[in-house]
């Protein structure tokens, strides 16, 4: 844990530069605020509705398989690391995760077939 | 850990952190410079000798900008926006090795940051933050333009760090340790005698993955969707201007440096030379100070290799379609990645097994 | 040291908790999540978890908490009407509160160790070898279970799809 | 009692303020993302416990366990707010009070 001390460091030499941007742009920009400035931007024509509207799902099932599929992803990464070393044991570390896979793969497959996200 | 540890290790993260920064200048007139270079125009000339105080000129008009806050926006999430796609970009680079290490009054210190021993998963875990800088500030933005151009580009990021993870799992299974440091390591010395021990040649469909998934991970053309001009106005950042438009932009240029710096580390050897180990030019150098400097001086050069690989693609390669970004990943990308790890398990069994 | 870092960062993350709960709007209450996620991870950090403060960030933090804003986002909700306390509302508050109070008795009253205790590192080829040892099996349901999930999902948002087409009555 | 507490400490307190504080917004929070994403703080708060026990006695089990806590974390909330976006388009709101089809 010792070795993430820098990273301290290095949050705080962040957040400096942060609060350093932040306060150049405040002090050296000139502000004079004028009621079509501060309209939204619509390339010019007249926003017709808030933007703040419900709109498609079709993002949801993105969000949904990514978080799906990342935990998989994440559970891999132990296996990797033990998988070198236990290679003189025998195949069992390969089945094991051939099997893991092969169930993930199963998944794939079905978003593929039913066209879930409407790749085709 | 004494004191005196301590100022070195601040003062060292501190040059590590000012030195990223400086990709910023010198990307925005390499990129100009390059881009005027394919399109055989002359680009910006004008200040200094060959146009090189140009970055100047551009940061301190940044600067003198006007700053607007349009009347709809959240303001507090409005102006957080910029600074949380900064703060994660800048905390990436704690991972990448830079070097062996140096010594200063008879200790050694490492040349990275922080010598973590999950390195990979770090990078991936903080590297993922990036996204929420880009919803938020879409969202807080109350522009149709600013939801739409967030919403994909979040879509695409979270795509691609599928296949991002994937190829760096491949990468842990060949080298057995998530230390980018230890990867690194591993890479001394030669393969067959002529080619140079990297990565690469043992996870070439890996490091195609990786280099890939990096352009996407960091919206570059040709996956720049979520900035696509001609139909999204400026996508999430539209309703940002003068420094916090700049601050987007120097998020991007130090994500790209340390994707390279992440493809230098696990694909190209790192701090090494090729065919040249490390005791060799120890003899050569005769001091290890020395050598420290040119194993910093190595990865600097690949990772410029990288940068310009970066805008060179830029201004070849068309944009892709949001449905097309989309198969790409997930039909082609993903399969490949398993492919690429079950390929790399096999490989390694029947090499152990013979 | 230890010590005092593990405070700030508790201090920071109750403070983050409270903010998720306390929020009118939903996005500030994801944002919280974020925040209470990341001080979380540092806890784990300072336990010498270095893997699971990784995996905290980059499956809660990083997935988990995007569904959440994702949804919020799509929805687009202006904040949803609260209720003005009535009866159920102080039912709900004392319940938590005596739960609250329950436990955080019982965890004063037992003797707790109040000395630094020794940080073992993270054994983390060894976790790892069980997992795919003893506990190969469990792991194997998951995939399985999280292949499940995928089938369910799609067979949730399917049925969305079918007013979408007509627009709503 | 020594100023600063053992990390013991700090973690049970966490741990138990964390739960309290889901439990009070699972119940009185009207809005149903906000009530899901209290249930996540809930099993946070069990997680750091784990966590905790697990290292401080140097047993495995406790991350294992937590490990499989994530997974199934993950699932619910994405057919948690699966079902919320159902929701949403049958009845055009989030709140909870609406939703009493099963009361009879």
């Known amino acids: ?120 | 850990m004494e004191a005196m540890d301590l100022i070195v290790t601040a003062v060292k993260t501190a040059i590590i952190y000012l030195g990223m920064v400086q990709v910023v200048p010198i990307m925005l007139i390499v990129e100009r410079r390059g881009a005027a270079l394919i399109q055989d125009r002359p680009g910006p000339n004008r200040v200094g000798p060959f146009g090189l105080f140009q970055p100047i000129a551009d940061v301190i008009k940044m600067m003198m900008k006007e700053v607007t806050i349009p009347r709809q926006v959240n303001k507090a999430l409005y102006l957080l926006g910029p600074f949380l796609v900064l703060f994660p970009a800048s905390l990436v680079i704690a991972a990448i090795p830079f070097g062996d290490f140096f010594t200063l009054f008879d200790r050694n210190y490492v040349l990275q940051v922080a010598n973590i021993d999950v390195g990979i998963l770090y990078v991936l875990a903080i590297g993922s933050l990036g996204i929420y800088g880009i919803l938020f500030g879409g969202w807080a933005s109350n522009n149709k333009f600013s939801l739409i151009g967030a919403m994909r580009s979040s879509s695409q990021i979270i795509s691609y760090e599928i296949p991002l993870g994937l190829a760096a799992c491949s990468a842990v299974v060949w080298y057995g340790s998530f230390s980018l440091r230890e990867m690194v390591s591993i890479q001394e010395g030669t393969l067959l005698g002529v080619l140079p021990n990297w990565g690469i040649f043992y996870q070439p469909l890996g490091f195609l993955l990786f280099f890939i998934a990096a352009f996407a991970e960091t919206n570059r053309l040709p996956f720049d969707l979520p900035e696509s001009e001609a139909e999204l106005v400026a996508g999430f950042h539209t309703e940002y201007g003068a420094m916090d438009f700049g601050t987007f932009f120097m998020a991007e240029y130090m994500n790209m440096a340390t994707m390279s710096g992440l493809m230098v580390s696990m694909y190209f050897g790192g701090w090494h030379l090729p065919w040249i180990s490390d005791a060799t030019l120890l003899q050569w150098l005769g001091s290890r100070n020395l050598l420290a400097a040119l194993q910093v001086l190595t990865v600097i050069v690949k990772i410029a290799v990288f940068m310009l690989i970066f805008v060179w693609v830029r201004w070849t390669i068309p944009r892709f379609r949001f449905d097309q970004l989309m198969r790409l990943a997930w039909k082609n990308l993903i399969p490949l990645g398993l492919f690429n790890l079950v390929l790399t398990a096999l490989i390694l069994y029947f090499k152990g097994a013979a | 040291m230890r010590e005092t870092l593990f405070m700030v960062f508790s201090l920071f993350t109750i403070a983050a908790a409270s903010g998720v709960v306390l929020s009118r709007n939903p996005v500030y209450s994801a944002f919280s999540l974020i925040l209470s996620f990341f001080g979380l991870s540092g806890l784990y950090l300072l336990w010498g978890s270095t893997f699971m403060a990784m995996i905290q960030i980059l499956i809660y933090t990083g997935a988990i908490v995007v569904l959440f804003v994702f949804v919020v986002m799509l929805l687009n909700l202006q904040t949803v009407r609260e209720n003005s306390p009535n009866l159920l509302f102080l039912v709900g508050a004392a319940a938590a509160v005596w739960l609250f109070s329950l436990m955080i008795l019982r965890v004063l009253t037992r003797a707790i160790p109040n000395k630094a205790v020794e940080i073992p590192t993270d054994q983390l080829r060894a976790i790892s070898k069980l997992l795919f040892t003893r506990y190969l099996w469990p792991f194997e349901v998951l995939s399985l279970f999280l292949l499940v999930m995928i089938v369910a999902i799609f067979a949730i948002t399917r049925t969305q799809e079918i007013p979408q087409g007509g627009e709503k009555k | 009692m020594n100023f600063p507490l053992s990390m013991t400490y700090w973690s049970h307190f966490v741990s138990v303020a964390m739960f309290a504080l889901g439990l009070l917004g699972f119940l009185l929070r009207k809005n149903t993302i906000v009530v899901l994403m209290c249930i996540e703080l809930m099993l946070n708060a069990v997680n750091l416990l784990l966590i905790e026990t697990s290292m401080r006695t140097n047993t495995p089990e406790g991350i294992i366990l937590v490990v499989f806590v994530v997974t199934v974390a993950a699932a619910e909330v994405a057919v948690g707010l699966g079902i919320v976006l159902n929701l949403y388009r049958m009845k055009g709101t989030v709140n909870l009070d609406h939703f009493k089809s099963l009361q009879g």
């Open chain 1, 1 to 120: 844990m010792e070795a993430f001390l820098p990273v301290g460091f290095l949050l705080i030499f962040a957040l400096l530069l942060c609060i350093g941007l932040f306060t150049v742009k405040r002090l050296l920009g000139p502000r004079n605020p004028v009621a079509s400035k501060l309209a939204v931007y619509e390339c010019g024509v007249t926003p017709e509705g808030s933007a703040r509207a419900p709109f498609k799902t079709a993002f949801y099932l993105i969000a949904v398989l990514f978080l799906l599929f990342d935990v998989e992803a994440a559970f891999f990464f132990p296996w990797a690391l033990v998988y070198r070393q236990s290679l003189s044991e025998g195949p069992a570390l390969l089945i094991a995760m051939l099997v893991y896979m092969a169930l993930l793969v199963l998944g794939l497959v079905y978003i593929f077939r039913k066209d879930c996200l409407k790749l085709n």
